[in-house]
Protein backbone atom coordinates (compact mmCIF):
# COMPACT_ATOMS: atom_id res chain seq x y z
CA UNK A 1 0.00 0.00 0.00
CA UNK A 2 1.61 3.20 -1.26
CA UNK A 3 1.43 6.61 0.37
CA UNK A 4 -1.27 8.09 -1.76
CA UNK A 5 -3.78 5.34 -0.77
CA UNK A 6 -2.69 6.66 3.07
CA UNK A 7 -3.42 9.58 2.18
CA UNK A 8 -6.75 9.38 0.65
CA UNK A 9 -7.70 7.37 3.27
CA UNK A 10 -6.54 9.33 5.57
CA UNK A 11 -8.46 12.47 3.79
CA UNK A 12 -11.70 10.35 3.48
CA UNK A 13 -11.45 10.04 7.66
CA UNK A 14 -10.95 14.00 8.11
CA UNK A 15 -13.24 15.04 5.84
CA UNK A 16 -15.93 12.31 7.72
CA UNK A 17 -13.69 13.64 11.64
CA UNK A 18 -14.15 17.13 10.50
CA UNK A 19 -18.17 16.42 9.92
CA UNK A 20 -19.32 15.04 12.71
CA UNK A 21 -16.87 17.25 15.05
CA UNK A 22 -19.23 20.03 13.21
CA UNK A 23 -22.03 18.37 14.44
CA UNK A 24 -21.04 18.52 17.82
CA UNK A 25 -20.74 14.41 18.37
CA UNK A 26 -19.49 12.95 21.27
CA UNK A 27 -18.65 9.19 21.87
CA UNK A 28 -15.55 7.04 22.54
CA UNK A 29 -12.48 7.06 20.57
CA UNK A 30 -12.57 3.45 18.64
CA UNK A 31 -16.17 4.92 17.52
CA UNK A 32 -15.19 8.12 16.50
CA UNK A 33 -12.76 6.43 14.21
CA UNK A 34 -14.76 4.12 12.79
CA UNK A 35 -18.10 7.01 12.36
CA UNK A 36 -15.63 9.31 10.86
CA UNK A 37 -13.99 6.72 7.91
CA UNK A 38 -17.55 5.31 7.38
CA UNK A 39 -19.08 9.27 7.25
CA UNK A 40 -15.58 10.31 5.06
CA UNK A 41 -15.82 7.22 2.36
CA UNK A 42 -20.08 8.09 2.27
CA UNK A 43 -19.01 12.15 1.49
CA UNK A 44 -16.86 11.06 -1.34
CA UNK A 45 -19.09 9.50 -2.91
CA UNK A 46 -21.84 12.84 -2.51
CA UNK A 47 -18.86 14.64 -3.86
CA UNK A 48 -19.15 12.66 -7.57
CA UNK A 49 -22.50 12.82 -7.32
CA UNK A 50 -22.53 16.47 -7.20
CA UNK A 51 -20.07 16.90 -9.82
CA UNK A 52 -21.77 14.23 -12.09
CA UNK A 53 -25.46 16.46 -11.63
CA UNK A 54 -23.02 19.38 -12.58
CA UNK A 55 -21.33 17.80 -15.55
CA UNK A 56 -17.50 18.08 -13.99
CA UNK A 57 -15.31 15.37 -14.40
CA UNK A 58 -13.66 14.85 -11.17
CA UNK A 59 -10.15 13.02 -10.62
CA UNK A 60 -7.57 12.91 -7.26
CA UNK A 61 -6.84 16.36 -7.98
CA UNK A 62 -10.00 17.94 -7.05
CA UNK A 63 -11.64 14.99 -4.60
CA UNK A 64 -8.28 16.30 -2.91
CA UNK A 65 -9.02 20.09 -3.29
CA UNK A 66 -12.78 19.82 -2.43
CA UNK A 67 -12.29 17.56 0.36
CA UNK A 68 -9.75 20.04 1.90
CA UNK A 69 -11.90 23.61 1.05
CA UNK A 70 -14.41 21.33 3.27
CA UNK A 71 -12.31 20.59 6.02
CA UNK A 72 -10.80 23.88 6.67
CA UNK A 73 -14.11 25.78 6.36
CA UNK A 74 -15.96 23.34 9.03
CA UNK A 75 -12.86 23.20 10.99
CA UNK A 76 -12.97 24.34 14.86
CA UNK A 77 -9.71 25.67 15.22
CA UNK A 78 -9.61 25.02 18.65
CA UNK A 79 -9.68 21.32 17.57
CA UNK A 80 -6.86 20.90 15.48
CA UNK A 81 -5.10 22.57 18.21
CA UNK A 82 -5.83 19.66 20.40
CA UNK A 83 -5.40 17.41 17.33
CA UNK A 84 -1.45 19.06 17.40
CA UNK A 85 -0.51 19.28 20.95
CA UNK A 86 1.56 16.34 22.49
CA UNK A 87 0.32 17.46 25.73
CA UNK A 88 -3.43 16.68 25.30
CA UNK A 89 -2.73 13.19 23.58
CA UNK A 90 -1.11 12.13 26.62
CA UNK A 91 -3.40 13.41 28.89
CA UNK A 92 -5.67 12.11 26.99
CA UNK A 93 -3.93 8.27 26.85
CA UNK A 94 -3.60 8.48 30.49
CA UNK A 95 -7.25 9.04 31.48
CA UNK A 96 -7.80 6.01 29.07
CA UNK A 97 -4.77 3.95 31.08
CA UNK A 98 -6.58 4.81 34.47
CA UNK A 99 -10.68 4.65 33.22
CA UNK A 100 -10.03 1.28 31.06
CA UNK A 101 -7.05 -0.29 32.11
CA UNK A 102 -8.80 -2.54 35.27
CA UNK A 103 -11.21 -3.57 32.74
CA UNK A 104 -8.66 -5.50 30.23
CA UNK A 105 -7.78 -8.51 32.07
CA UNK A 106 -5.87 -11.38 30.79
CA UNK A 107 -9.02 -13.61 29.33
CA UNK A 108 -10.49 -10.01 27.20
CA UNK A 109 -6.47 -10.25 25.71
CA UNK A 110 -6.94 -13.87 24.61
CA UNK A 111 -10.54 -13.19 23.11
CA UNK A 112 -8.82 -10.11 21.12
CA UNK A 113 -5.38 -12.06 20.63
CA UNK A 114 -7.91 -14.38 18.53
CA UNK A 115 -9.89 -11.43 16.34
CA UNK A 116 -6.44 -10.20 15.58
CA UNK A 117 -5.70 -13.62 14.67
CA UNK A 118 -9.19 -13.77 11.99
CA UNK A 119 -8.27 -10.59 10.98
CA UNK A 120 -4.95 -11.34 9.93
CA UNK A 121 -6.15 -14.79 8.14
CA UNK A 122 -9.23 -12.93 6.41
CA UNK A 123 -6.77 -9.87 5.55
CA UNK A 124 -3.97 -11.99 4.01
CA UNK A 125 -6.43 -14.25 1.54
CA UNK A 126 -8.41 -10.87 0.66
CA UNK A 127 -4.98 -9.15 -0.03
CA UNK A 128 -3.45 -12.39 -1.72
CA UNK A 129 -6.39 -12.68 -4.62
CA UNK A 130 -7.22 -10.68 -6.96
CA UNK A 131 -11.13 -10.09 -7.09
CA UNK A 132 -13.21 -12.94 -8.65
CA UNK A 133 -16.67 -12.92 -7.71
CA UNK A 134 -19.34 -12.80 -10.10
CA UNK A 135 -21.24 -9.33 -8.79
CA UNK A 136 -17.76 -7.78 -8.01
CA UNK A 137 -16.39 -8.53 -11.94
CA UNK A 138 -20.09 -8.20 -13.43
CA UNK A 139 -20.95 -4.79 -11.58
CA UNK A 140 -19.06 -3.41 -8.53
CA UNK A 141 -15.33 -3.77 -9.42
CA UNK A 142 -16.15 -2.93 -13.11
CA UNK A 143 -18.50 0.47 -12.22
CA UNK A 144 -15.92 1.55 -9.77
CA UNK A 145 -12.70 1.15 -12.70
CA UNK A 146 -15.01 3.41 -15.12
CA UNK A 147 -16.03 5.80 -12.26
CA UNK A 148 -12.54 6.03 -11.81
CA UNK A 149 -11.39 6.11 -15.50
CA UNK A 150 -14.25 8.29 -16.75
CA UNK A 151 -14.96 10.32 -13.73
CA UNK A 152 -18.20 10.57 -13.52
CA UNK A 153 -20.95 7.74 -12.67
CA UNK A 154 -22.93 8.16 -15.72
CA UNK A 155 -20.06 5.97 -17.26
CA UNK A 156 -20.44 4.89 -20.79
CA UNK A 157 -21.44 1.45 -19.32
CA UNK A 158 -25.13 2.39 -19.08
CA UNK A 159 -25.03 3.20 -22.82
CA UNK A 160 -24.38 -0.59 -23.19
CA UNK A 161 -26.35 -1.47 -21.00
CA UNK A 162 -22.97 -3.22 -19.25
CA UNK A 163 -23.57 -1.93 -15.62
CA UNK A 164 -24.63 -4.90 -13.94
CA UNK A 165 -26.84 -5.39 -10.67
CA UNK A 166 -24.67 -2.50 -9.02
CA UNK A 167 -25.96 -0.06 -11.50
CA UNK A 168 -29.08 0.23 -9.90
CA UNK A 169 -27.70 0.93 -6.12
CA UNK A 170 -26.69 4.14 -4.94
CA UNK A 171 -23.33 5.35 -5.33
CA UNK A 172 -21.46 5.08 -1.79
CA UNK A 173 -20.06 1.44 -2.96
CA UNK A 174 -18.94 1.74 -6.20
CA UNK A 175 -17.89 5.54 -5.25
CA UNK A 176 -15.97 4.51 -2.48
CA UNK A 177 -14.29 1.74 -5.11
CA UNK A 178 -13.31 4.59 -7.46
CA UNK A 179 -12.17 6.62 -4.90
CA UNK A 180 -9.65 4.38 -3.84
CA UNK A 181 -8.66 3.29 -7.17
CA UNK A 182 -8.07 7.35 -8.09
CA UNK A 183 -5.87 6.97 -5.15
CA UNK A 184 -3.65 4.20 -6.47
CA UNK A 185 -4.57 1.30 -4.96
CA UNK A 186 -4.19 -1.92 -6.49
CA UNK A 187 -6.55 -4.59 -4.67
CA UNK A 188 -9.85 -2.65 -3.94
CA UNK A 189 -10.67 -5.81 -1.52
CA UNK A 190 -8.86 -3.40 0.92
CA UNK A 191 -12.41 -1.79 1.66
CA UNK A 192 -14.25 -5.47 2.31
CA UNK A 193 -11.53 -5.27 5.23
CA UNK A 194 -12.33 -1.94 6.42
CA UNK A 195 -15.98 -2.22 6.52
CA UNK A 196 -15.72 -5.53 8.32
CA UNK A 197 -13.48 -4.21 10.99
CA UNK A 198 -15.38 -1.29 11.49
CA UNK A 199 -18.51 -2.93 12.13
CA UNK A 200 -16.47 -5.45 14.76
CA UNK A 201 -15.35 -2.23 16.35
CA UNK A 202 -18.92 -0.41 16.22
CA UNK A 203 -20.75 -3.84 18.09
CA UNK A 204 -18.08 -4.18 20.47
CA UNK A 205 -18.48 -0.67 21.95
CA UNK A 206 -22.00 -0.25 21.62
CA UNK A 207 -22.34 -3.48 23.93
CA UNK A 208 -19.44 -2.39 26.14
CA UNK A 209 -21.44 0.24 27.54
CA UNK A 210 -23.93 -2.32 29.13
CA UNK A 211 -22.06 -5.30 29.74
CA UNK A 212 -18.37 -6.60 31.17
CA UNK A 213 -15.51 -5.78 28.16
CA UNK A 214 -14.97 -9.87 28.46
CA UNK A 215 -18.81 -10.26 27.54
CA UNK A 216 -18.44 -7.53 24.89
CA UNK A 217 -15.42 -9.21 23.85
CA UNK A 218 -17.04 -12.58 23.60
CA UNK A 219 -19.90 -11.45 21.74
CA UNK A 220 -17.49 -9.69 18.84
CA UNK A 221 -15.65 -12.70 18.64
CA UNK A 222 -18.66 -14.89 17.48
CA UNK A 223 -19.65 -12.35 15.79
CA UNK A 224 -16.34 -12.21 13.84
CA UNK A 225 -16.17 -15.21 12.96
CA UNK A 226 -19.42 -16.22 11.45
CA UNK A 227 -18.89 -18.00 8.78
CA UNK A 228 -21.39 -15.97 6.03
CA UNK A 229 -19.90 -12.84 7.08
CA UNK A 230 -16.32 -13.69 7.86
CA UNK A 231 -15.71 -14.94 4.12
CA UNK A 232 -17.51 -11.51 2.96
CA UNK A 233 -14.87 -10.05 4.56
CA UNK A 234 -12.30 -11.48 1.74
CA UNK A 235 -14.88 -10.41 -1.19
CA UNK A 236 -15.76 -7.45 -2.84
CA UNK A 237 -19.05 -7.54 -2.49
CA UNK A 238 -22.01 -4.75 -1.03
CA UNK A 239 -22.96 -7.24 2.15
CA UNK A 240 -19.97 -5.55 4.32
CA UNK A 241 -20.42 -2.21 3.92
CA UNK A 242 -24.12 -2.83 4.03
CA UNK A 243 -23.43 -4.50 7.43
CA UNK A 244 -21.06 -1.43 8.31
CA UNK A 245 -23.70 0.99 7.59
CA UNK A 246 -26.57 -1.01 9.63
CA UNK A 247 -24.77 -1.06 12.49
CA UNK A 248 -23.49 2.60 12.29
CA UNK A 249 -27.43 3.28 11.93
CA UNK A 250 -29.13 0.23 14.09
CA UNK A 251 -26.72 0.62 17.37
CA UNK A 252 -26.88 3.90 17.93
CA UNK A 253 -30.35 4.16 17.61
CA UNK A 254 -30.62 1.77 20.70
CA UNK A 255 -28.05 3.63 22.66
CA UNK A 256 -30.09 6.89 22.55
CA UNK A 257 -33.63 5.11 22.61
CA UNK A 258 -32.30 3.28 25.77
CA UNK A 259 -30.01 6.18 27.32
CA UNK A 260 -31.64 9.63 25.63
CA UNK A 261 -28.12 10.38 24.66
CA UNK A 262 -28.62 12.67 21.38
CA UNK A 263 -25.10 11.96 20.12
CA UNK A 264 -26.12 8.58 19.31
CA UNK A 265 -29.35 9.87 17.84
CA UNK A 266 -27.27 11.96 15.22
CA UNK A 267 -25.22 9.43 14.42
CA UNK A 268 -28.07 6.97 13.35
CA UNK A 269 -29.35 9.08 10.90
CA UNK A 270 -25.96 9.56 9.38
CA UNK A 271 -25.85 5.71 9.78
CA UNK A 272 -29.50 5.59 7.85
CA UNK A 273 -28.70 7.84 5.33
CA UNK A 274 -25.40 6.42 4.16
CA UNK A 275 -26.75 2.55 3.59
CA UNK A 276 -30.39 3.93 2.05
CA UNK A 277 -27.36 5.59 0.12
CA UNK A 278 -25.35 2.27 -0.19
CA UNK A 279 -28.21 -0.10 -0.68
CA UNK A 280 -31.77 1.63 -1.58
CA UNK A 281 -33.61 -1.69 -0.23
CA UNK A 282 -32.08 -1.09 3.10
CA UNK A 283 -34.67 1.05 4.13
CA UNK A 284 -36.37 -1.99 5.44
CA UNK A 285 -34.02 -0.71 8.43
CA UNK A 286 -35.27 2.15 8.40
CA UNK A 287 -38.92 1.87 8.43
CA UNK A 288 -37.97 -0.80 11.45
CA UNK A 289 -36.72 2.10 13.20
CA UNK A 290 -39.06 4.31 12.33
CA UNK A 291 -41.73 1.95 13.35
CA UNK A 292 -39.63 1.78 16.90
CA UNK A 293 -39.50 5.52 17.61
CA UNK A 294 -43.35 6.12 16.65
CA UNK A 295 -44.16 3.50 19.24
CA UNK A 296 -42.22 4.93 21.96
CA UNK A 297 -42.80 8.96 21.23
CA UNK A 298 -42.93 11.86 23.41
CA UNK A 299 -43.14 15.24 22.72
CA UNK A 300 -39.58 15.71 22.20
CA UNK A 301 -38.95 12.47 19.86
CA UNK A 302 -41.70 13.86 17.90
CA UNK A 303 -39.44 16.58 16.74
CA UNK A 304 -36.75 13.33 16.28
CA UNK A 305 -38.73 11.46 14.26
CA UNK A 306 -39.57 14.48 12.05
CA UNK A 307 -35.92 14.73 11.05
CA UNK A 308 -35.06 10.97 11.29
CA UNK A 309 -37.79 10.83 8.38
CA UNK A 310 -36.37 13.60 6.34
CA UNK A 311 -32.90 12.47 6.42
CA UNK A 312 -33.97 9.28 5.29
CA UNK A 313 -36.89 10.25 2.84
CA UNK A 314 -33.99 12.48 1.13
CA UNK A 315 -31.65 10.00 0.73
CA UNK A 316 -34.15 7.55 -0.66
CA UNK A 317 -35.77 9.98 -2.97
CA UNK A 318 -32.29 11.90 -4.53
CA UNK A 319 -30.96 8.41 -6.11
CA UNK A 320 -34.78 7.25 -7.44
CA UNK A 321 -34.95 10.59 -9.45
CA UNK A 322 -31.13 10.37 -10.35
CA UNK A 323 -31.85 6.59 -11.38
CA UNK A 324 -35.38 7.64 -13.52
CA UNK A 325 -34.65 10.76 -15.29
CA UNK A 326 -30.48 10.64 -15.69
CA UNK A 327 -29.49 6.81 -15.82
CA UNK A 328 -33.06 6.20 -17.47
CA UNK A 329 -33.59 2.70 -15.70
CA UNK A 330 -36.76 1.28 -14.44
CA UNK A 331 -37.05 0.82 -10.84
CA UNK A 332 -35.76 -1.98 -8.83
CA UNK A 333 -38.47 -5.10 -8.98
CA UNK A 334 -37.77 -5.54 -5.25
CA UNK A 335 -39.95 -2.17 -4.74
CA UNK A 336 -42.70 -3.80 -6.49
CA UNK A 337 -45.56 -4.05 -4.32
CA UNK A 338 -47.97 -6.30 -6.14
CA UNK A 339 -45.60 -9.18 -4.48
CA UNK A 340 -47.45 -8.77 -0.90
CA UNK A 341 -50.33 -10.50 -2.08
CA UNK A 342 -48.34 -13.40 -3.57
CA UNK A 343 -48.80 -16.26 -1.33
CA UNK A 344 -45.69 -18.08 -2.54
CA UNK A 345 -43.80 -15.31 -1.38
CA UNK A 346 -44.58 -15.96 1.68
CA UNK A 347 -44.06 -19.81 1.80
CA UNK A 348 -40.36 -18.23 0.31
CA UNK A 349 -39.90 -16.45 2.93
CA UNK A 350 -40.94 -18.90 5.57
CA UNK A 351 -38.81 -21.04 3.89
CA UNK A 352 -35.81 -18.73 3.94
CA UNK A 353 -36.62 -18.02 7.89
CA UNK A 354 -36.31 -21.90 8.55
CA UNK A 355 -32.85 -22.02 6.75
CA UNK A 356 -31.99 -19.19 9.21
CA UNK A 357 -32.89 -20.47 12.08
CA UNK A 358 -30.29 -23.30 11.16
CA UNK A 359 -33.07 -25.86 10.83
CA UNK A 360 -33.66 -26.41 7.03
CA UNK A 361 -32.27 -25.30 3.92
CA UNK A 362 -33.54 -23.54 0.92
CA UNK A 363 -32.34 -24.37 -2.57
CA UNK A 364 -28.61 -24.87 -2.81
CA UNK A 365 -28.18 -23.29 0.51
CA UNK A 366 -26.70 -24.75 3.02
CA UNK A 367 -28.39 -24.59 6.73
CA UNK A 368 -28.48 -21.20 8.50
CA UNK A 369 -25.67 -23.53 11.31
CA UNK A 370 -23.24 -23.49 8.21
CA UNK A 371 -23.79 -19.41 7.12
CA UNK A 372 -23.88 -18.20 10.66
CA UNK A 373 -22.53 -20.41 13.27
CA UNK A 374 -23.91 -20.37 16.56
CA UNK A 375 -23.61 -16.21 15.98
CA UNK A 376 -27.27 -16.14 15.06
CA UNK A 377 -28.53 -18.76 17.35
CA UNK A 378 -27.11 -18.16 20.38
CA UNK A 379 -28.40 -15.21 20.95
CA UNK A 380 -31.23 -16.13 19.70
CA UNK A 381 -31.66 -18.23 22.52
CA UNK A 382 -30.22 -16.06 25.23
CA UNK A 383 -33.27 -13.83 24.20
CA UNK A 384 -36.16 -16.44 24.29
CA UNK A 385 -35.22 -17.73 27.85
CA UNK A 386 -34.30 -13.76 29.46
CA UNK A 387 -37.13 -12.80 27.30
CA UNK A 388 -39.38 -11.28 30.42
CA UNK A 389 -36.37 -9.22 31.78
CA UNK A 390 -35.19 -8.18 27.72
CA UNK A 391 -38.77 -6.78 26.96
CA UNK A 392 -39.14 -4.96 30.00
CA UNK A 393 -35.76 -2.55 29.12
CA UNK A 394 -34.84 -3.31 25.69
CA UNK A 395 -37.96 -4.06 24.13
CA UNK A 396 -37.50 -2.03 21.15
CA UNK A 397 -34.84 -3.73 20.25
CA UNK A 398 -36.71 -7.36 19.63
CA UNK A 399 -39.38 -5.11 17.99
CA UNK A 400 -36.75 -4.00 15.61
CA UNK A 401 -34.97 -7.02 15.28
CA UNK A 402 -38.35 -9.06 14.39
CA UNK A 403 -39.27 -6.37 12.03
CA UNK A 404 -35.73 -6.25 9.73
CA UNK A 405 -35.50 -10.12 9.93
CA UNK A 406 -38.85 -10.44 8.14
Known sequence: MNISVIW??????????????????????????????????????????????????????????????FIIVLSDLRHWKNILSLKEHLNAFNEFVKDSGPKFHLGVAVL?????????????????????????????DKLGIWIALEGKLHVSLYAHKLQGAGGYYPPLFTGSIAYMYLYGLENPKLLSLIFYACSLLIFFSALAKYISVFGASFFTLLLAWAPEYYSHAALLLSNIPST????????????????????????????????IWLRQDLVVFAAAAMFVMLLRKTWHEKQSILIFGIVSTISFALWSIYLTYKLQLPSANRFNFAHL???????????????????GQTGSSPPGFFLYGIAFLLPTFLIIISIKHIWKEWSFVVIYFCISLI
Open 244 to 275: AYISMASLPLFIWLKDKNENYFRIACLGFAFS
Open 341 to 359: VEINRYKLLLSYLWAYLGA
Open 8 to 69: GLALAWLAGNTFINRLKISCSASEKFCYSLLTGLGIQSLWMFAFDIAGITFSQPLLTAINLI
Open 112 to 140: WTIIAGLFYLIAAKAMYWPTTEHDAIGSY
